[in-house]
């Protein structure tokens, strides 16, 4: 937990002394947004690709006081981006100490806030809230209800005496306790259309109706929320009156680039051996052309979740080998993709009649990846004298219980093979395992070109003649 600063004010009086005036939600992100595109401070950090497309809506969005819906496919880094949205507010907040909502000391909203208020005056006690904790996330499921995000009659308050009629008696749900903060609803469109009815007088008129009565409390906050583009029509499981309470709709898409798929699986993978930036490459490739393939259904989306994992897969792969081999440290080759498809076809969904040929099909994608990523690093540099020295004898073997110094043994000195390692970004000096991995890519891709052959079982890869 974040520990309070010792010198803010304790006190609605010391509050009101120190020149403190209450702001709503909205305009506290308009104007700390402000503060940071005037400093040039990145005011998203950990997001990736969307520089030039979504961040700008967003930004508008945000400036102008919109609630906001992301629209977008799994895996395009939705809740991610919402999440940021903390750290546009102010670092600590003043509450009512003891207030069952965050309300401000000098704008209190709750009938026992206001008695409070009146009772104490100056000497009404003051909390502080961090911004972490004024964000609030909620995913849609079925089982969720009226109470859990507006409220119920709180059946312990109304046998304390109290009659059902008190606005006292009820107990806040999910969306009055975010009360000056931030609401994010994942998924929204799966909400039943009652539970989504009920959101509409907190949009907008900013009150709350539970169990036959009207408890008008004006509200303030920020309600953002994520849906698929296809849930979120007419014919979808949106109601139109919710969908036109939003001021923006903002599109979110994949990564537009090579580069940026290997920003994101750069930053969320966590790898347990070393994975070179060859092989993240095809990886991302590999992605990219399950996203355009016809066998996947495109609907359902290629998450980026799936390069991650597919990353973590072969980095674990790596590790296995070098435990089995002794090899230090641990450096993924292309040896270590062929786990890739077995371990992640259970992530995809694939067109109907693919039924039985999915392996297939992404072992295919994932040698296209390769070729692909091959004729990039390797653009202009002549492999031919290592097919040769493949075909004149020097068969070159590798599996999981292969190291890579016995990859590298089984060629002659080449010349070729430091320009190899060069391109892949790899000095002449460094590891075995990290030669044995550009060289690996090289073979692989004189084999994909037919300039070599290939000979696999369960455990080892000979290219030959």
Do not use: C
């Amino acid at each position: 937990m974040n520990d309070v600063p010792a010198n803010l004010p304790r006190t609605a009086g010391d509050l009101r002394a120190a020149g403190h005036l209450p702001r709503s939600i909205k305009q506290e992100l308009h104007d700390n947004l402000l503060v940071k595109l005037r400093a040039g401070e990145d005011a998203w950090p950990g997001i990736v690709g969307f520089s030039r497309t979504v961040l700008p809506q967003l930004e508008r969005a945000l400036l102008a006081g919109h609630d906001v819906v992301l629209l977008g496919e799994r895996g395009q880094g939705k809740t991610r981006l919402l999440r940021t949205l903390a750290g546009l507010l102010d670092e600590w907040t003043p509450v009512i100490e003891g207030a069952e909502l965050a309300e401000h000391p000098l704008d209190p909203i709750t009938p026992e806030s206001r008695r409070r208020a009146a009772e104490l005056g100056d000497a009404l006690p003051v909390a502080w809230r961090h911004r972490d904790e004024r964000y609030t996330e909620k995913l849609a499921t079925p089982d969720t209800s009226v109470g859990d995000l507006i409220g119920d009659v709180d059946p312990v308050k109304v046998a304390e005496g109290r009659s059902l009629g008190d606005p006292e008696t009820i107990h806040f749900g999910l969306v009055p306790r975010a009360h000056r903060g931030i609401v994010a609803i994942n998924e929204l469109p799966d909400l039943a259309e009652r539970i989504q009815v009920a959101l509409l007088n907190v949009m907008e008129e900013r009150d709350i109706q539970v169990r036959g009565y009207t408890l008008r409390l004006p509200l303030d906050v920020l309600l953002v929320s994520t849906a698929n583009p296809e849930d979120y029509t007419n014919r979808g499981r949106i109601i139109t009156p919710l969908k036109d309470r939003f001021g923006a709709e903002i599109r979110t898409h994949y990564p537009l680039d090579v580069e940026s798929e290997i920003a994101v699986v750069r930053q969320e993978a966590h790898l347990v051996a070393e994975v070179g930036e060859p092989l993240l490459e095809v990886l991302a490739r590999f992605v990219r052309n399950l996203r355009e393939s016809p066998v996947i259904d495109q609907r359902s989306g290629v998450s980026a979740r799936f390069a991650v994992a597919a990353a973590e897969t072969v980095g674990a792969a790596a590790l296995r080998r070098s435990a089995l081999t002794g090899e230090e440290p641990a450096v993924a080759r292309p040896v270590d993709l062929d786990a890739v498809p077995g371990v992640l076809r259970g992530k995809l969904e694939f067109e109907p009649g693919e039924e039985g040929r999915e392996t297939e099909h992404l072992v295919h994608l994932l040698r296209r990846a390769v070729a692909e990523t091959a004729r990039s690093r390797f653009a202009g540099l002549d492999l031919l004298p290592l097919a040769d020295a493949v075909e004149n004898g020097h068969l070159v073997a590798t599996g999981e219980r292969v190291p890579g110094k016995d990859v590298l043994a089984a060629l002659p000195e080449l010349p070729v093979l430091h320009d190899v390692a060069a391109r892949a970004g790899v000095g002449p000096d460094e590891p075995a395992g990290r030669i044995a991995a550009a060289v690996e890519l090289a073979l692989e891709s004189l084999f994909l070109s037919r300039k070599l052959a290939k000979d696999s079982d369960d455990t080892t890869t000979v290219y030959g003649r």
